[in-house]
């Protein structure tokens, strides 16, 4: 699917652009777009080193493992794969959290922790695990109880009340994270066959 | 109760940064070491993800700048009005997974044009506050670690993103 998608993007972009006449911003766009990623990767070397450090004292010190096992009873219904205690378990709460608490600086790199912890327990190395797959499913349906952003936009332009989206954000995210659990029980079950 | 996960918000990683290090001590690990050992990791792990960046990143800005994605928005506006989704946020919608600055653009740009309390503003605030830059995120995340077969993700991903849409669109229409 994400090949189909990628395809389509540049196919039926650069055909628009051709028949729109300014075949010359496919050029541009490439490169600015190339340019953007490598910039994104790049600033994510600071946070990443600093968190990974932070994360391997949490590790040594066992308190990843302790957050795992308070947990233990939610993850083992959403992460059936992963050994109870493992500390995947820990960074995917961790990642969660920071998400939930908007916290997007300390968000991805415990995302990527978590992903490295996931991937040791991976059996191809090159595709997606179930764990993996809920994982980012709960990831990006996941609730932020504080939209910092748009509620400084709000502000900006002066509404009377920015925070009042709160509520219905929370709802909103609520809603997709159940359907998110339902359907990855679904697809899990229909990809399973093709797997083995 | 706003203020109270505000403060939280503020807390958080300093009551982390305090209490990790700690623990560490008081469980006998050699802190500096350990830091430097984990944090060893960091710069392979970015430098990791600029392939699939680019590669993903590349096709989004192609898509955006040659004015496909207002062709697609003209293709699905009929669809999407059959659950309630006005046609103003509709380039929202679509920009939301792909892009989370453009999507913001075009939400601060709607709150501006009819108002951060009007329905449309509200809508749009409520989209950008509850969905995420889903295919970002499966880019970022999956090639960090070298995988390249996302296998249902995508999809699963496209579903909670539209699921979010609905449910903005019930809610706002609902409670305002």
């Known amino acids: 699917m994400v090949n189909f998608i990628w395809l389509v993007m540049v196919v039926f972009g650069i055909v628009v652009a051709g028949i729109n006449g300014n075949i010359e911003v496919v050029t541009k766009a490439a490169f600015d777009g190339a340019n953007n990623a490598v910039k994104i990767s790049i600033s994510l070397i600071a946070i990443i080193t600093f968190w990974l450090g932070i994360m391997k004292l949490a590790e040594e010190s066992g308190l990843v493992r302790a957050l795992a096992w308070l947990v233990r009873p939610v993850m083992r219904f959403l992460f059936p794969s992963v050994p109870r205690e493992h500390p995947a378990m820990g960074a995917i709460v961790m990642n969660l959290s920071a998400n939930i608490l908007g916290l997007g600086n300390a968000a991805t790199p415990m995302g990527l922790i978590a992903m490295r912890e996931l991937q040791t327990l991976n059996h191809s190395k090159d595709t997606a695990s179930d764990a993996m797959c809920t994982f980012l499913a709960l990831n990006t349906s996941c609730v932020t109880l504080i939209p910092t952003t748009i509620i400084g936009i709000r502000l900006f332009y002066g509404s009377t009340d920015p925070t009042d989206i709160v509520g219905p954000t929370i709802i909103a995210t609520a809603f997709s994270m159940v359907v998110a659990i339902v359907v990855d029980r679904l697809l899990r079950l229909l990809y399973s066959g093709k797997r083995r | ?176």
């Open chain 2, 1 to 176: 109760m706003f203020e109270f996960i505000a403060e939280m918000s503020r807390w958080a990683i300093p009551v982390i940064l305090l209490i990790v290090p700690l623990v560490a001590v008081l469980r006998g690990v050699k802190v500096y070491e350990t830091f430097v050992e984990g944090a060893e990791a960091g710069f392979a792990t970015a430098v990791k993800t600029i392939p699939y960046l680019v590669a993903m990143l590349v096709a989004i800005s192609i898509f955006r700048a040659s004015g496909a994605m207002e062709v697609l928005v003209a293709a699905l506006s009929p669809l999407l009005s059959l659950i309630g989704l006005p046609a103003e946020v509709l380039p929202h919608a679509i920009m939301r997974p792909l892009s989370g600055g453009a999507a913001l653009g075009i939400a601060s740009d709607i709150i501006k044009t009819y108002g951060p309390d009007s329905f449309l503003g509200r809508l749009v605030s409520t989209m950008q506050g509850s969905c995420d830059t889903t295919f970002y995120v499966l880019t970022l995340y999956f090639g960090s670690v070298g995988i390249k077969k996302y296998r249902y993700s995508v999809l699963l991903g496209l579903v909670a993103d539209l699921t979010t849409l609905v449910a903005s669109v019930c809610i706002v229409r609902t409670l305002f």
